[in-house]
């Protein structure tokens, strides 16, 4: 069997190799003719998978995606060419919600507030969403929550209108697919209509997809002093992003959000899975077997449980500014896609251990996502 898979895929011959042989391609340069005779196809979100990508797939049986975003997969053309597909929900959904809490944590540091005296709404409350909304209610904020598909379908008590996240909110993470039409469209869910009508001094976190951010018009926001604080791991037009942002942001990155470890390894694993049910075969690896010890992995920390405590905790683990560094050094040197490739990878929370002595504080710690011990 033939396999083509993505060059910054991870873990793909440990997985894979007993299924046929591996070629590597470079995500936004692989060509219609590579695909001749190819049985599977194993991508990340820049490749296009389109009508003109599959002009000569005479024998393609499965396509993968190891991301949770499909918005690069035209679906229907699949299902029609009887191409089966599988993506990987859920797979860096951690990753992303504890990039969210890194960054917010840096900011209240910075600028001397607690994230529990604010109010912070979540745009999107599937697998990044829920899992965020937990992270925060453990930091003590107060939690607005908007989803209307699932609010449409009873499937969010409490929810509220985006209108209301707008005007109430002090922070505003969006965690929505990239939906160009219908009656739940994403593209620019903030544009200059209601950019204008955040709080002062709102803080703006996008690490869903670029596009869900009229790009021009938040520009345009702050270069006419809008004083919103900017946490932007994506963009419109990746990899040629609008640099003229970057002034403005507090932290950013080139995408990587989703990119821990056990992130980007999950994803994989995940089209391993698919792989084996599709050719009836049983799935004998697993991603635990091929990841590293994590560096740091036991901390005590007695009974204390402050924001200042927890934040020492999480920037021990991952420090999001850390990641704003390499774009500012690497952007116009070596270029966003190359920041990606070699990006130097992190952990997530539960790889460290944390001690504690307070049966309350184990919760909200456990809530964050570290591995609690009660002593
Ligand atoms: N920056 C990064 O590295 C990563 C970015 N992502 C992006 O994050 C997105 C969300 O991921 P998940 O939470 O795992 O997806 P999910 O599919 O579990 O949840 C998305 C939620 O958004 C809701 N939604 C749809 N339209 C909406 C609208 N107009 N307003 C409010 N809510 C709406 C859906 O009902 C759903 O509950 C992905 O589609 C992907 O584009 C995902 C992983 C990594
Ligand atoms: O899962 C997603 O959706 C993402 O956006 C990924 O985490 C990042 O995608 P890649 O570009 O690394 O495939």
């Known amino acids: 069997m033939r396999i083509l898979a993505d060059q910054n895929m991870p873990l793909v011959e440990e997985f894979f190799s007993e299924f046929g042989e591996i070629t590597r391609f470079a995500g936004r340069e692989l060509s219609p003719q590579q695909l001749v005779d190819t049985d599977i196809l194993l991508v990340r979100s820049i490749t296009n998978v389109n ?15 190891a991301t949770i975003g499909t918005d690069h997969v035209d679906q229907t053309l699949l299902k029609q060419k009887g191409i089966a597909f599988s993506s990987a929900p859920g797979c860096n959904a951690t990753a992303v919600a504890e990039y969210v809490i890194s960054s917010l944590l840096a900011l209240a540091q910075e600028d001397g507030f607690n994230l529990q005296d604010k109010t912070v709404g979540i745009i999107g409350v599937g697998n990044i969403g829920s899992r965020l909304s937990k992270k925060i ?16 379908a009873g499937e969010l008590e409490g929810g509220v209108s985006l209108d209301t996240i707008i005007n109430d909110a002090d922070i505003l993470s969006f965690h929505v697919p990239l939906v160009k039409e219908g009656a739940h469209q994403t593209k620019h869910l903030l544009n ?31 270069q006419a002093g809008g004083g919103l604080s900017l946490v932007l791991d994506v963009w419109e037009n990746e990899p040629t992003i609008e640099q003229a942002l970057l002034p403005y942001t507090r932290i950013g990155s080139v995408h990587i959000a989703g990119h821990s470890l056990e992130g980007k390894a999950g994803g994989t694993d995940m089209l391993y899975q698919a792989v ?13 077997n091929f990841l590293p010890e994590p560096e740091f992995t036991e901390v005590n920390l007695g009974n204390t449980f402050s924001e200042t405590n927890v934040c020492q905790l999480v920037h021990s683990v991952y420090d999001a500014r850390r990641d704003f560094g390499l774009l500012k050094q690497g952007l116009n040197s070596v270029g966003f896609d190359s920041l990606r490739k070699n990006y130097p990878g992190r952990r997530e929370f539960s790889t460290l251990t944390v001690k504690c002595s307070s049966s309350a504080n184990a919760k909200r710690l456990s809530q964050l996502g570290f591995n609690v011990i009660e002593e």
């Open 192 to 222: 200059k209509h209601n950019l204008s009508q955040l709080k002062d001094n709102a803080i703006v976190v996008n690490s869903c997809r670029g596009d869900v951010i009229d790009n021009q018009a938040l520009l345009e926001f702050m």
């Open 137 to 152: 209610a453990a930091l003590g904020c107060n939690v607005l929550l908007c989803d209307p598909p699932k609010q449409a």
């Open 276 to 288: 084996c049910q599709q050719l009836g075969k049983p799935a004998t690896h697993k991603m635990a």
């Open 51 to 65: 009508e003109n990508l599959l002009t000569h797939a005479n024998k393609l049986k499965f396509v993968g995606t």
